[in-house]
């Protein structure tokens, strides 16, 4: 079973870092492995040449491989659609790869900002302390490729969330806020995450204020993406009427398909979970799939017998 080849893609491939279930991407407490980190290594042949794509992958091969990559093919993107690539602060080798293979992103998307609500009803935009210059200088360096931190709201309470929902001004002010900070630091847009943390409640304030917020950021020349949940499995927390009503304004969703058995045994993103999840939201083929990010984990898990035995594999 295959999905659709006009849904984007959202490529996890060498984010390597960790995930909870309220939220795409957020610094965890499991336990790390002691390995240390290795370093790439130069091949003289692509992957195609050296017979690594294929669907009877051999294990032997992705162990003596995959940290070796094809150094004349860094700067050539093969892959037509939209990809976006996390990067998080406290994975280093995450910066790395940004720099290394920046030209096969449209997307790098910096976990770096947290917008909160003051006591005095205002706003401020926190984590401007991991924005780092140099390094997005080094992953442009003459790219196409786009910076778009994420923008989390972070330990907002149900108050917090009912005075802005229920408030026009605190609808502008935020956006006024957001936009302005995102200016001011050169970046090209964001990724906002806020869905999850409703659990699929008060939608409907909840779609405005997001219409009005990508409308403005259309306004103001930036881009405005949106991380949804998936809809099948997961509560329906995000449906087809949601993205009929957000996807004329918001440039692309960044779907979490992948934790599919988060807390038991079991797939981490089965195929054809992934397919179900993308024909609930976009049910006909056709454009408007193309802002669908699907979610690809480049991680897996080995079971044990007890739940202190699992290991993750392939995450930092």
Same mark, same amino acid.
């Given at each position: 079973?295959? @999905? ?31 390995? *240390? #980190? ?19 992958? *051999? ?12 150094? *004349? ?10 990809? @976006? ?40 935009? #926190? ?18 490729? #786009? ?35 995102? *200016? ?52 329906? @927390? ?37 397919? =179900?999840?993308? =024909? ?37």
């Amino acid at each position: 079973m295959y @999905l659709p080849a006009c849904v984007r893609v959202l490529l996890f491939a060498f984010i390597l870092l960790e995930q909870q279930s309220d939220c795409t991407l957020k610094q965890g407490d499991k336990k790390k492995s002691d390995r *240390k #980190e290795k370093e790439f290594k130069l091949a003289e042949k692509s992957v195609v040449q050296r017979k690594l794509v294929s669907e009877k992958a *051999k294990v032997k091969d992705i162990l003596k491989q995959h940290l070796s990559y094809y150094a *004349k093919g860094t700067e050539n993107k093969h892959f037509e659609g939209l990809a @976006l690539a996390y990067v998080t602060p406290w994975n280093n080798h995450g910066y790395d790869i940004a720099k290394v293979f920046g030209a096969k992103f449209s997307v790098v998307s910096p976990v770096w900002l947290q917008i909160k609500r003051r006591e005095d009803g205002s706003f401020n935009i #926190e984590g401007g302390h991991d924005i780092n210059n140099e390094w997005m200088r080094e992953v442009k360096n003459g790219r196409s490729v #786009e910076i778009m931190p994420r923008l989390f709201f972070d330990g907002w309470s149900g108050t917090d969330y009912q005075a802005l929902l229920s408030s026009e001004a605190a609808v502008k002010e935020l956006t006024a806020v957001a936009v302005s900070f995102l *200016k001011t630091n050169g970046f090209s847009g964001t990724v906002v995450e806020i869905w999850s943390q409703l659990g699929g409640q008060v939608k409907e304030p909840l779609r405005n204020f997001l219409n009005y917020m990508a409308e403005t950021f259309q306004l103001n020349e930036l881009k405005f993406f949106l991380v949804i949940p998936p809809p099948v499995g997961k509560g329906n @927390l995000f449906d087809a009427e949601d993205f009929r009503s957000l996807s004329p304004r918001v440039d692309g969703f960044s779907l979490m398909t992948y934790d599919y058995s988060s807390g038991s045994i079991g797939p981490n993103a089965p195929i054809k979970w992934m397919k =179900e999840c993308v =024909e609930a939201i976009v049910p006909e083929p056709g454009p408007d799939r193309s802002k669908l990010l699907l979610g690809l984990n480049f991680y897996g898990y080995d079971y044990g017998t007890t739940p202190e035995a699992v290991v993750e594999i392939g995450r930092a």
